[in-house]
């Protein structure tokens, strides 16, 4: 099958993209990377009267990494890039240690980061990264910009808090504190393929070796990145061993329904949620971690 025909426009100014964007309403598509939406125009899921292409729009494209670690990356940021910044793998290790997970080399050099978030697929990677990072999410209208914590942004099944006449532009990252540890694991049927289930956490450590925070993230588990609450508030105070990790790792599950698909069953997701949590807090809080990344 074939996209149904559609307009195409290329603003160079978010302004002109925005207000192009307000104009047609739901008639329109913005277009980034284009790995998700052409696939879907294709199949006609979605069939928009016009295409707003982003990629020409002047000042979505930048990558700052601020001394102190924070970086505020550019909605239009392309996969690869993240991947393959040696400064963001410093600044933000959760981020560089998802990023080979996420599709194919192929698709990453096109993929963008603000495409990904607005798809919001309940199983992609950068999503759930974005939750454990505490990153807040730059979106802006007609009426000016505003900003959303990630934890907030995502609302359901390929659902966000944009507006229809909203553009995602940029994401900030918050600086990591020192102890900081980080741990990201996922099963997929094959390598490059969305997960059945993954897992993206952050876990502080303080002076005195013991878990001060923690934000434990599995995808791939519901409709959305969802947080392990329980894992979460039994891991603090809890000296930082490897050995919490098997004490706290059936609490993944609480509350825990997965859906059953052609990729696994609920069964089969609630046992990766246990298993994927055990794995990254194991290394996330083996001594000297800085980055824990279990495959
Ligand atoms: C074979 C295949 C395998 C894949 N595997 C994975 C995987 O394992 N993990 C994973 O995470 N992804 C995977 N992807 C998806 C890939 O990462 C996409 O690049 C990503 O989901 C969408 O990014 P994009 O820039 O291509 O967005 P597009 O396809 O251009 O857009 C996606 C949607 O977001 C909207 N949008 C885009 N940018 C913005 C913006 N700035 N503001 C508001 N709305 C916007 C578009 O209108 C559209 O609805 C896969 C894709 C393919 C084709």
Not at 175 to 200: N, T, W
Request: proline content about 6%; aromatic content about 4%.
């Amino acid at each position: 099958m074939k996209a149904a025909a559609f307009d195409y426009l290329a603003p160079r100014s978010l302004d002109e993209a925005v207000e192009a964007l307000s104009k047609h309403g739901d008639d329109a598509k913005l277009l980034a990377g284009g790995q998700s939406l052409a696939p879907v125009l294709a199949l006609r899921l979605a069939s928009p009267t016009i295409l707003i292409d982003l990629n020409r729009v002047e000042g979505l494209g930048g990558l700052e990494i601020e001394a102190d670690g924070s970086v505020l990356a550019g909605a239009m940021v392309r996969s690869r890039t993240l991947e393959r910044s040696p400064e963001l793998a410093r600044a933000q290790p959760l981020i560089h240690a998802a990023m080979p997970w996420v599709a194919h080399v192929q698709i990453r050099n096109r993929g963008t980061l603000g495409g990904s978030l607005s798809h919001a697929d309940p199983s992609a990677e950068l999503p759930a990264v974005a939750v454990a990072c505490g990153a807040t999410l730059r979106l802006q209208g007609p009426s000016g910009r505003r900003e959303v914590p990630a934890g907030s942004f995502f609302k359901g099944l390929f659902t966000t808090a944009l507006a229809s006449d909203e553009i995602l532009v940029g994401v900030r990252f918050p600086a990591c504190p020192a102890g900081r540890r980080h741990g990201f694991a996922e099963i997929a049927r094959r390598h490059g393929d969305y997960a059945m289930l993954g897992v993206a956490l952050s876990v502080d450590v303080d002076a005195a070796a013991r878990v001060s925070a923690a934000t434990v993230v599995l995808f791939g588990a519901a409709d959305l990145p969802i947080r392990a609450h329980a894992v979460e508030a039994a891991l603090i105070g809890e000296p930082a061993v490897p050995g919490l990790a098997e004490q706290v790792a059936p609490l993944a599950t609480d509350g825990l329904e997965p859906r059953s698909d052609h990729q696994a069953s609920a069964e089969y997701r609630r046992e990766l949620a246990r298993v994927l949590v055990r794995r990254t807090l194991a290394t996330a809080l083996a001594p000297g971690a800085a980055s824990g990344v279990a495959r």
